[in-house]
């Protein structure tokens, strides 16, 4: 990705000195340099092109996307575990009508929260960290915390000892959640960002898979022996520092805070094997867009991080986190966290097999959204895959109603399978919009705190479930599925009006479009100056 500038006058004064004929190339130059932005060379290149010039930058977004399994393990053992025999004999401390240990709903309630109140603490806390001493530090800090849960969940014995690595886990799940997006969205090159981003989902989604196939396996051949999957994670962990250890720094990092040389470091690293890559080109563009943001703070007297609460800046973050957010309200406790244990209360013989089902349409459905999300788009994936959830919550709820038939139950699979495709589409979108709405300068707070808002909601959602499954409590079993349709609606319906498409665009060109108050669902359709160089540029050619 490289650049066609030493300074934004250079521009003008080079064109200015040829013939009349790229006069107006001129003029969309030096307008797009007043608003931060300049052409790399590459913005013509299909995704394909873009893969292929750029393979080391590539590889290294889809390695640094690995980090997700851990998460999705993490969040995949927390839903399935609690219904494994073993783990149920050794934390159960209730029992029911007929004398059987069970798991009270309190603290089930207890563990599922404390992972949510500690993915807020992760990525709120974590986001400081990022900004002030670089991406790699939080790798390395939020690394250190995962290694300590593991132990933690290794050697508990009772439900607080669980507890407190369940604590730990989400710390450092939240701290993946939140730096990893931030990376990839400063790393990877523009015309692929979307389905690198994405990438991030499709990691989540394969840890997820194997949670449920350990589990599974665990349940036909030794269903007491529920801690072998917990050390499974350790392989994973060293797989994480391996890969963390090699990866260079964010160069938009290096560039904000002033460490050029390790920038340029990055750069070269980064961008091993392209053609005709001059780094010091692509090192002005980062400085000119930085500087321009600076400058819009600056004027707007918004240069503190609790900027992304104010203004234009405060949208970026309600967008950034909406997607997200609209999970919870669709139902992702219920079928994510609680999933296999949702099965199981609602009459289902073998739920991790529905559950390693579910799972595996997941990943089939990341697979397609990734290598779709920069050629159609990623609003209309979002919207749509939140749309599909949201009515499957209704279908659901239907069932749960009407009197019960044998085909009932496999309605209900089938749903729940068109569930997890919509999800699986509106998470793969989600982190996405988490990692690039947002200014650079902004970047690692905003997505810190708009993944910290789903977690808030999730604390809430992590209490209220346990009770509407548990056949012991509310037993609401699937009349659940009306619970998310009523309170899904308006996010849902919101996703239509505040969604951006953002494929294939810079940051320096979202920051135009937000500063320009265009309408989220209009920026698809609005022309900006970097695409008015390239048009320029190429009616010249012509």
């Known amino acids: 990705m490289t650049a066609n500038l030493e300074k934004p006058t250079s521009i003008v004064q080079h064109i200015d000195d040829t013939d009349d004929g790229i006069v107006k190339l001129s003029e969309a130059a030096a307008d797009a340099a007043t608003k931060g932005q300049a052409t790399t060379g590459y913005e013509e290149l299909t995704p394909w092109q873009t893969m292929n010039a750029f393979k080391v930058c590539t590889f290294v977004c889809f390695a640094i996307a690995f980090s997700a399994a851990t998460d999705g393990y993490q969040i995949g053992i927390n839903a399935s575990i609690i219904a494994n025999k073993g783990f149920v004999a050794q934390f159960g401390t209730a029992k029911d009508k007929t004398g059987n240990r069970i798991l009270a709903s309190p603290i089930l309630s207890a563990w599922s929260s404390i992972m949510s109140v500690g993915q807020i603490i992760g990525m709120t806390s974590l986001s400081f960290v990022s900004s002030k001493f670089g991406r790699k530090a939080a790798m390395y800090s939020y690394w250190l915390i995962l290694v300590g849960s593991v132990f933690a969940e290794s050697f508990a014995t009772s439900w607080p000892g669980w507890l407190v690595g369940k604590l730990m886990a989400g710390i450092g799940v939240g701290g993946v959640q939140s730096t990893i997006p931030t990376y990839i969205s400063e790393v990877a090159p523009i015309r692929i960002r979307g389905g690198l981003l994405m990438c991030y989902s499709f990691w989540w989604t394969v840890g ?288 239509w009006f505040l969604i951006p498409e953002t494929t294939s665009r810079s940051a320096a060109e979202l920051d135009e479009l937000f500063e320009r108050k265009i309408k989220p669902w209009r920026f698809h359709k609005t022309e900006t100056a970097t695409e008015k160089i390239v048009k320029a540029g190429r009616s010249d050619h012509n």
Not at 256 to 261: I, R
């Open 208 to 495: 997820s898979f194997f949670a449920q196939v350990a589990l599974r396996t665990l349940s036909k051949s030794h269903p007491t022996h529920f801690r072998l999957p917990i050390y499974t994670q350790f392989g994973q962990l060293a797989l994480m520092l391996f890969i963390y250890i090699f990866i260079p720094e964010s160069p938009a990092w290096c560039v904000t805070v002033g460490k050029l040389e390790r920038a340029r470091k990055s750069l070269l690293k980064l961008n091993r094997g392209v053609e005709n890559y001059n780094v010091e080109q692509q090192i002005e563009i980062l400085i000119l867009a930085a500087e321009h943001e600076q400058a819009v703070a600056v004027e707007q007297r918004r240069e503190k991080w609790y900027a992304i609460f104010q203004g234009t800046d405060g949208l970026r973050t309600v967008i950034s986190l909406w997607t997200n957010l609209t999970q919870q309200f669709i139902g992702l406790t219920l079928f994510g966290t609680f999933g296999t244990y949702f099965f199981q209360q609602a009459g289902l013989k073998d739920p991790f097999t529905i559950k390693v089902i579910t799972s595996s349409i997941q990943i089939g459905t990341v697979i397609v959204v990734v290598l779709l999300a920069d050629r159609i788009g990623r609003r209309w994936l979002a919207c749509t895959g939140t749309t599909i959830s949201w009515a499957s919550c209704v279908a659901i709820g239907i069932v749960g109603v009407v009197p019960q038939v044998n085909a009932s139950t496999y309605i209900f699979i089938l749903f729940a399978c068109f569930w997890n495709v919509g999800l699986a589409t509106n998470g793969a979108t989600g982190w996405g919009y988490i990692g690039e709405v947002s200014s650079q300068r902004l970047r690692p707070y905003t997505a810190g705190f708009g993944a910290a808002s789903t977690c808030v909601v999730g604390v809430i959602m992590n209490v209220l479930v346990p009770y509407m499954v548990n056949a012991n409590k509310w037993a609401w079993g699937l009349k659940t599925g009306w619970f998310y349709a009523g309170v899904g609606f308006p996010f849902t319906l919101g996703m």
